[in-house]
């Protein structure tokens, strides 16, 4: 049913011109939402309930902290080649700078570490964007935590 083949290749992780930095930006967003609404739990609750949501709440902001540096990895490596690094020859440290600061969130639950991962997110779209030569816009994101995310300015038809 199948060839025998010698030897297989790829290409890319995903198909070609197919990145973008919407992915971190929602996982960012949802580190600090994931905050917040750890702060909101009342500490004197030491409940089963009570503790099971905290473990809940905490495991899931550190899978969101680990998407932002996946999803960031995969586009620093995979999209970004000479042209663009010469062109933006401070991405590199951006993206060590992600990736610390997405740990710090993953180790704490301080507000401030996860709106700069945020910050520094949104700063890797705009570079990204400007690689293709689109414009990008700050708006605020329509839900909780209701923060400025950087996007591609849209055309309207």
């Known amino acids: 049913m199948f060839k025998d083949f010698q030897v297989a290749e ?3 992780d995903i198909p070609c011109k197919i990145y973008d930095p919407a992915i971190s930006q929602v996982a960012a967003l949802s580190v600090i939402r994931l905050i917040d609404l750890l702060h909101e739990i009342d500490e004197s609750d030491n409940s089963l309930k009570s ?9 899931e902001k550190e899978t969101q902290a680990k998407i932002v540096k996946n999803e960031v990895n995969i586009i620093w490596g ?21 990736m610390m600061t997405a740990s710090k969130c993953k180790q704490d639950i301080v507000r401030e570490n996860a709106e700069g991962l945020l910050k520094k997110v949104n700063e890797f779209a705009t570079i990204f964007w400007s690689t293709k ?3 990008t816009e700050n708006v605020i994101c ?8 950087t996007r591609p300015k849209l055309n309207s038809v």
């Open 133 to 135: 030569g689109i414009e």
């Open 10 to 12: 790829a290409h890319c």
């Open 51 to 59: 503790t099971a949501h905290r473990s809940r709440l905490v495991i």
């Open 78 to 98: 995979d999209y970004f080649k000479a042209p663009q690094i010469e062109s933006h020859p401070n991405i590199h440290t951006l993206v060590h700078e992600i």
């Open 142 to 149: 329509p839900y909780p935590p209701e923060l400025i995310v």
